[in-house]
Every structure is written in C-alpha cells, then in structure tokens.
C-alpha cells in the first residue's frame, strides 16, 4: 500500500520523481502527488488517478519547477479514496515549509491524534500522516532531533520522505516494516520504496534505508545519518516478495523475481508426485513462480490466461455482479490451452477465496479436465496491521478452514501452499537469514501490541 520517493540537488527533480512514482504504481493507483521545494516556495499538486494522467508536461516543466521533490502514490480501499488524503501533505509552521510522504500504518495513530487535538491542533485529513506533521510542529530543536523524537511517539510501520526547502529526510521504522532504499543518480540522492524507481530513473541502487535510520540530504551530500530506535530485530514484510513489490526490485541481495522463482521450485518439490500436462500462472504475480516450478518440474510451462490491462482497480465495486463482470473482464483463459488438460495453477495467495473460485470456475467453463491449485505462500490466517491491505479475520477462508475445506469450497482436484519454511528459504540470500521478516499474517503472532482498536487502514 503506497510508494514514495525523493530526489534532491536536481534541476529535473519533479520529472525524476515522477517517473520513479510511474515505476511505484504498482503500489497504489488511487492518487498521486508531488512537493516541489529549492527554488520558489514549497508547493504541492496533488490528484486523483495514474501517475502519467496527471503529471503532464506542462505540469512538470511549468508549475513544478524546483530542485527537490517528494513524491507519493496512494493506495486505498474505494470507501476511504479521496483528494482529502492524497499525499503529500504540506504545511508551514515555525520550522518553516515542511512536506510528508508515507508507506505503513501507524497502528497508535487514534491515541496520538486524540491527545494532539487536545493540545488544540487541528486535523485537515482523516489519514495516519499527518499526526507526523503535527509532532514536528509542536516540537522544539534542530530538524533531526525533532523527527527522531516524533518517530519514537509512533508505532507500527512506517517509511516516510520528508522535505524542507533543499532538505530530503528519509526514515524508516525501527522493524523496517515497508521498504526504502537509497540511490544517486549525478550529484543527486533519491530514496524509493524500491530499488526498481531508482534504476528505471537512471540512478544507481546504493543501500537499504536502516530499520530505525534518519537521514539527512541536502546539496548532494549526506549531512547526517543516525538510528533513531534500534529493534532487537528486523521485521520487513515477507509479502513484499511473495505480492506487493515490483519482480525486478532487489530485496536482499536478490531480485523479487529470483524469489519467487524459487518460491516456484520449493512448491514443486512440495508437490513431486503430482503430475499435469502444464503449468500455468494466474497473471502477473504468478508468473515467476509458475516458471520456477515448470523449471524444476520439467512440466511445460503455458500462458493459460490473457489479462486484460485497462481494467483498473477503481472499476471494482463491492456488488457481487459487477465482481463477476470485472473478473471475466480482467481475466480470460484461453480455450486450447487449458481444454482437456490436467493443469497446476499458480497463484501467489488466497485471501477471501472468491476470487480463486471465480478463476476456477472460469477454467471449468473453458473445459479444464483437473486443477492443481498451488499457492505461492502458506494460508493467510491473520490480517495485516502493517500496511497491506488485508481483510479482517473472519473474511480470511484459512484463518476458519482447513486446506481441505477450502479445497473442497475451491473445487480443485489439490491444493498445495508454499510451507513457510520455503518461503522464507526463498527470500532469504546472503547472510541475511530467517528471522529479518515479518510474518505474522502467516503465523498470527505480531510484534507489536494489536487489540480490537489497533488501527490498520494507513497508506
Ligand atoms: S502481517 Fe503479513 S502482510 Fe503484514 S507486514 Fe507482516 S508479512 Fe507483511
């Protein structure tokens, strides 16, 4: 859920911005925003929609000219979709000009908000974010302090961009829930959600922004760099690899594609007696996966379904027709190749369930003889406090059934789930082992303090 980036020192600051967001869009498609700051004053555009529908040229070279911009693309459920919360937020106070972008959710965030208002601040959106602006304002001291100092007073998952004037402030918190890194490109240093925005700019991935770091950047140079909180222990969310990133992004060493293609072959060993004419992927997340598991296999590899790109997320309502109608629009499978075959389909989840049933069903129609259905990923039993966007529990079909109940429910011949020993096997490389991830929506034991009221809609 969302994607941010900063670039500083850089004549073309808003145009590198925004075409890192176009390679963020996979994070959120509802709205879009940049902050200029360098030149003029601080000034922020925000609107509705895709990253290029917005940013045209005249709005690039024309009205955000400056030498530093943050950008952010917002992900939403449709209810909670508005201009209101398109971010970045901006506003001025006694530290001058000051711009916020976010990736997380601050799960204390009612608490902070509720003593903030009585300390008499008023709020002008409904989204986590501001409560950072809001500390910062009420803070005394130089900059750096007063971040470290407002990050301590929250909690939950949070990678934000900060911008004043020439300053870029970059911080993530203290389990690294959500990705940042850091790159260059010339003279200038971007952070990104992921490394993918940076490269596709021209830029060079240099390093992961710590779990816990603040840094500082301003013409060119690092002008500090520190760790706000240290966490016994790393929690980056597993679900980046397994769905959210981008597969050509570096996590840990090792692009997302490289993970889920063995993620691909772990299942395929899982999965050693079962035998199929092909294997296929549910588009686009399934794909490395698919291809992992027919390299392993030696079972041949077939692109069973045509996706359809112009179905955006904005055009699924929450009626059950109009659900039919966008899956058969998004989705369509292609008869000779899946008629009369014994199929293993791939999928990087299941989370309510209808929609693999939606998909099965259709695969039926087209006269697939048998489905294997294997899941990139072990049962989602937990929902995310954490900055995905998952449902509450009981919506969750593993957190109140079986394999062999949603087996039977789903109407498939098996189904198989990627252990979570596997999964971590296969995001893991180099040194980095086991316990760097999050994994709690497999396990449903979280890190921080969840109750009835912890929040989790942040961005
Ligand atoms: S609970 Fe699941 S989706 Fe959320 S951060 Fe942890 S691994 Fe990621």
Do not use: W
Not at 38 to 50: C, D, I, S, Y
Not at 143 to 170: N, Q, T, Y
Not at 309 to 316: A, D, E, M, N, P
Not at 375 to 385: A, E, F, N, R, T
């Amino acid at each position: 859920m969302c994607g941010i980036i900063g670039v500083e020192n850089n004549e073309n600051a808003a145009v590198l911005a925004s075409a890192g967001m176009v390679t963020l869009q996979h994070r959120g498609e509802e709205s879009a925003g940049i902050t200029i700051s360098g030149k003029e004053k601080m000034k922020t555009f925000t609107a509705m929609g895709l990253v290029s529908k917005i940013f045209n040229e005249d709005i690039l070279l024309n009205k955000l000219s400056g030498t530093a911009a943050i950008g952010h693309v917002r992900y939403t459920t449709s209810a909670k979709s508005s201009l209101t919360n398109a971010q970045p937020f901006q506003m001025a106070c006694i530290h001058g000009n000051i711009a916020v972008a976010h990736n997380g959710n601050i799960t204390n965030f009612p608490k902070i908000k509720h003593e903030l208002l009585k300390k008499g601040a008023i709020f002008n959106h409904t989204s986590d974010t501001e409560i950072l602006l809001h500390l910062i304002a009420m803070s005394k001291g130089n900059l750096a302090d007063i971040v470290a100092s407002s990050m301590c007073k929250l909690e939950g998952a949070f990678s934000i961009v900060i911008l004043r004037s020439k300053l870029l402030i970059g911080a993530r918190d203290e389990h690294g829930f959500r990705p940042l890194v850091l790159g260059k490109i010339d003279n200038s240093y971007i952070i990104a959600s992921e490394s993918a925005a940076i490269e596709v700019i021209g830029g060079t991935y240099i390093r992961d922004i710590k779990p816990g770091e603040v840094i500082l950047i301003e013409n060119g140079k690092i002008q500090k760099s520190f760790l706000y909180k240290q966490s016994k222990k790393q929690n980056t969310c597993i679900f980046e690899q397994v769905y959210f990133s981008r597969p050509d992004s570096v996590m840990f060493g090792q692009t997302v594609k490289e993970a889920r293609v063995k993620m691909g072959q772990f299942l395929a060993l899982q999965m050693k007696d079962i035998k199929a004419d092909i294997v296929m992927p549910v588009p686009d997340t399934g794909y490395f996966a698919a291809l992992g598991f027919a390299r392993a296999s030696n079972i041949l590899f077939e692109n069973g379904f045509v996706r359809n790109h112009y179905v955006g997320r904005s055009f699924i309502k929450p009626s059950q027709n109009l659900r039919d109608v966008t899956a058969r629009l998004k989705l369509r499978p292609i008869k000779e190749v899946v008629s009369g075959k014994e199929i293993i389909l791939i999928d990087d989840s299941i989370v309510r369930g209808t929609t693999s049933k939606r998909l099965i069903n259709l695969l039926k129609e087209y006269g697939v003889k048998k489905v294997h259905f294997a899941v990139s990923c072990p049962p989602v039993i937990g929902s995310c406090y954490y900055g995905i966007d998952t449902p509450d529990k009981e919506d969750l079909i593993a957190a109140n059934n079986s394999v062999e109940k949603i087996r039977k429910y789903l109407e498939v011949d098996s189904l198989t789930f990627l252990s979570l020993e596997n999964l971590v096997k296969s995001c893991s490389y180099g040194d980095k082992k086991d316990d760097v991830f999050c994994k709690s929506c497999f396990t449903g034991k979280y890190f921080t303090k969840i109750s009835k009221n912890t929040y989790k809609e942040g961005c």
